[in-house]
């Protein structure tokens, strides 16, 4: 009996930290699919922080238009998107991600490091331009990744932030990483979720 009584407080422990839903695969690809599929080359999706394509990433005079001072490539190193401090000149600060756009490739090591560098930017007064080929699928979960580790935004909240200025589909796999970090999100103690400042 007492083994039982401890394993519904330990339940009730475990039911009490749980802050908010966290999807599935199907819940998140239907708010995917249920929103307008149009974006330019480059959307401003937070204040000071851009998803676009390698078109834009490609266009400097654009770039420095925009005010941008920081690049992210989340397709570093791949044949369309080859981009380097070099390329960006002293005036860019540039970080890059060599992933590939498949379900299988796990992204999940460098959300905290792209987060952590786009947080670095905006917090110092930068503007940041984060891209991969198309802006829907790579650069679109590190910047879930960001506003989830340092927005304290869940996942669900952070697509329906994201899809107010841009159409994004992150490929399955990167959905089932960023379900993992929901989840791993939720069950620190001191994260407190905040709605998304976009929807109020």
């Avoid at 695969?25 to 330019?40: G, I, N, Y």
């Avoid at 266009?59 to 960006?88: E, P, R």
């Avoid at 930068?126 to 989830?148: E, I, N, T």
Wanted: net charge positive; aromatic share 10%.
């Amino acid at each position: 009996m007492p083994c039982s009584r401890q394993r519904s407080k330990e339940k009730g422990v475990t039911a009490s930290k749980r802050k908010w839903e966290i999807p599935s695969l199907q819940d998140l690809e239907e708010v995917l699919h249920s929103a307008p599929s149009s974006c330019r080359h480059g959307d401003e999706v937070w204040p000071n922080l851009f998803l676009g394509d390698m078109f834009m990433s490609h266009d400097k005079f654009g770039l420095y238009q925009l005010g941008i001072t920081h690049v992210l490539n989340a397709s570093h190193g791949k044949l369309c998107c080859k981009g380097s401090d070099d390329f960006y000149g002293t005036t860019v600060k540039y970080y890059g991600v060599p992933a590939n756009d498949l379900p299988t490739f796990d992204l999940s090591p460098y959300f905290y490091p792209a987060a952590e560098f786009i947080h670095q930017a905006l917090t110092s007064g930068g503007r940041v331009f984060v891209h991969c080929a198309v802006g829907v699928s790579r650069s679109a979960a590190l910047v879930l990744a960001y506003l989830m580790i340092h927005h304290h935004l869940s996942l669900l909240s952070s697509i329906r932030c994201v899809q107010q200025k841009r159409w994004i589909f992150p490929n399955r796999g990167f959905l089932r990483q960023l379900i993992g970090l929901d989840q791993k999100l939720q069950d620190d103690a001191s994260f407190t979720p905040l709605p998304c400042p976009l929807l109020m």
